[in-house]
């Protein structure tokens, strides 16, 4: 029986088409460090990174490619982000699809007196936008918000928030965890100070290969909280300011960045708004056939037009988990069951505690995999 890989929101799967080989180029061919010589295949290894830099900026309508920050995944990103710029009395306003990569840093910097608000959305995932208006206080330094939710797939809209919080002269950073490589983002028309993402799911590259990118007047609030060498001005002791340099101390991950270069490559010339197409087409296309099992299960967000290609199934009369289980074990299917990291989306949702099922598709899935799926759980429930 052959495998079929529905935990793209997880980590995509497959990866671009080329990435392994510019990954094992780089191993075999290349080798060095970067910033750190002055020899060609140092110099080599710098280009391709500046490439990389410069290939963000362009998918992300940014300019200024210092300010491209490269770290393992996006986890990272939003905690230099939360951990660098939250001081006391600070006051932050999140949502309640976030992902704990977000939530976990904000409780934990309620001990030094920073404060949020979460704001409610409805049982599609819709944000309260009126709501997060009314929810600014005098102390309020930051939005932050996940693009698109893991667990529902509705793409929050960024221009609005933006736009509110530029009006309110608050900056605004967003979690694109989800939506980088599948949704188009202009980070200077939804007037984003910080756009964190990572490379392994919809930018189809390879795991510990994140980072973010950052506007000038945000920059300056941040304080570096991983500090080391950065091959510039090694006669200091204290850390540079200069970026990206600030915020990348230590060897990075070259072989990560070469496989990103890759992916980022083919996402340009297949084109990102053709992957969101094949994915909502793959959606659509679950939710027509699932619709004969309305009485077993229930689709959460199934009424959102506006998502990303994730799709999760809550089972009216059997365990979750048991379903998810006899999924993959029986039919090869791969899934995700359980909370997926946000128990604040499934409170919203009603599914806390028991999680829900998530198929997520990409945009090397196909319609026959969908049927596969379908017949399983046809089998599944009638047993």
């Not at 770290?71 to 006051?91: A, M, P, Q, R, Y």
Request: aromatic share 8%.
């Amino acid at each position: 029986m052959k495998s079929i890989y529905f935990d793209n929101g997880a980590t995509s799967f497959p990866k671009a088409p080329g990435v392994s080989d510019a990954m094992c180029k780089y191993i075999n061919e290349i080798g060095s460090s970067v910033n750190r010589g002055i020899y060609d295949k140092s110099l080599q290894a710098e280009r391709i990174i500046l490439d990389t830099r410069e290939m963000l900026c362009d998918l992300f309508n940014f300019d200024k490619t210092d300010n491209v920050v490269f770290t393992k995944n996006v986890t990272e990103s939003i905690n230099v982000i939360l951990k660098g710029f939250l001081k006391k009395d600070s006051h932050v306003i999140v949502t309640s699809m976030e992902h704990n990569a977000v939530m976990r840093p904000l409780n934990s910097l309620q001990d030094i007196g920073v404060s949020y608000t979460c704001i409610s959305s409805d049982q599609d995932g819709n944000l309260n936008y009126d709501e997060l208006e009314s929810s600014i206080q005098e102390n309020t330094k930051l939005i932050f918000t996940i693009h698109s939710s893991n667990v529902s797939g509705t793409i929050n809209d960024i221009n609005r928030i933006g736009q509110i919080a530029k009006d309110n002269n608050i900056f605004f950073a967003v979690d694109a965890a989800q939506t980088a490589g599948i949704i188009d983002i202009d980070m200077k028309s939804s007037n984003i100070d910080a756009l964190c993402f990572t490379g392994h799911k919809g930018l189809l590259g390879p795991q510990g290969m994140g980072g973010f990118l950052i506007s000038d007047d945000f920059n300056k609030e941040i304080t570096p909280f991983i500090e080391g060498g950065t091959g510039s001005k090694s006669d200091l002791e204290i850390q540079p300011m200069n970026m990206p340099d600030k915020f990348e101390s230590g060897t990075p991950n070259v072989v990560g960045i070469y496989g990103l270069h890759a992916s980022l490559q083919y996402l340009k010339e297949t084109g990102i708004e053709n992957i969101h197409k094949k994915e909502i087409d793959l959606v659509e296309y679950l939710l027509e056939k699932i619709e004969i099992f309305e009485d077993e299960i229930r689709v959460i967000a199934k009424n959102n037009k506006n998502r990303t290609g994730v799709v999760s199934l809550d089972f009216k009369n059997q365990d979750n988990a048991t379903i998810s289980y006899v999924l993959s074990s029986k039919y090869q299917i791969s899934n995700r069951v359980g909370m997926h990291c946000a128990p604040s989306a499934h409170k919203t949702f009603g599914t806390f505690p028991q999680g829900s099922v998530r198929v997520s598709f990409s945009y090397f899935n196909t319609f026959e995999e969908v049927d596969v799926l379908i017949n399983a759980l046809s089998e599944i429930l009638k047993s």
